[in-house]
């Protein structure tokens, strides 16, 4: 098992986005068969966005298990829907001290560390998605609140969701 380290994420990352055409949707269509309550979780959270915040979401996911099996040097077993219900659960929880904050605090607060590890692999993962720079104003706020929202839900469920720079062993 390799550790989820900002190399492993990069190196996913790069390999993913140098995938010749037709690839990673072949790809990611194996993905969603395989984790189906993945997928319909992905899909309940995003239902009431645009299809391309929808697509982005699905994306996101399946990088998340890129990195993953990319560690794990294999396919990542079926997540139990009860795992993901339970993180839900969690992440609702913890959610609900921010009851009616400003998205844009929500989003510096939790890109800026506070309750969550720092460097965190959800932030890590949205910053490469946004292009380096996921507070700009360019972005959608109650997207990006939502994507990582679903990340840190899915990671949560996973038990991981915390990388450090240039660390290395095993999680």
């Not at 645009?50 to 982005?56: E, R």
């Not at 829907?81 to 993180?87: C, L, N």
């Not at 929202?149 to 660390?167: F, H, N, Q, R, Y």
Request: aromatic share 10%; proline share 7%.
């Amino acid at each position: 098992m390799r550790a989820i380290d900002q190399l492993l994420v990069d190196e996913v990352w790069r390999e993913m986005t140098s995938y010749p055409p037709g690839r990673q949707e072949n790809e990611a269509r194996e993905f969603l068969e395989r984790q189906p309550h993945v997928a319909t979780f992905c899909q309940v959270v995003t239902t009431e966005f645009d299809p391309t915040v929808q697509k982005a979401a699905l994306g996101l996911t399946f990088l998340l298990f890129k990195i993953l099996e990319a560690s794990l040097g294999g396919p990542f077993p079926p997540v139990a829907e009860h795992r993901i219900r339970e993180a839900y659960e969690t992440t609702t929880e913890w959610l609900e001290q921010w009851e009616g904050a400003d998205p844009r605090i929500f989003l510096r607060h939790v890109q800026g560390g506070g309750a969550l590890p720092q460097p965190n692999l959800i932030q890590y993962l949205l910053a490469a998605f946004y292009g380096g720079d996921p507070a700009s104003v360019d972005y959608d706020q109650e997207v990006k609140a939502s994507l990582f929202l679903l990340l840190k839900t899915l990671a949560d469920a996973l038990d991981i969701g915390e990388v450090e720079p240039g660390e290395r062993g095993q999680r």
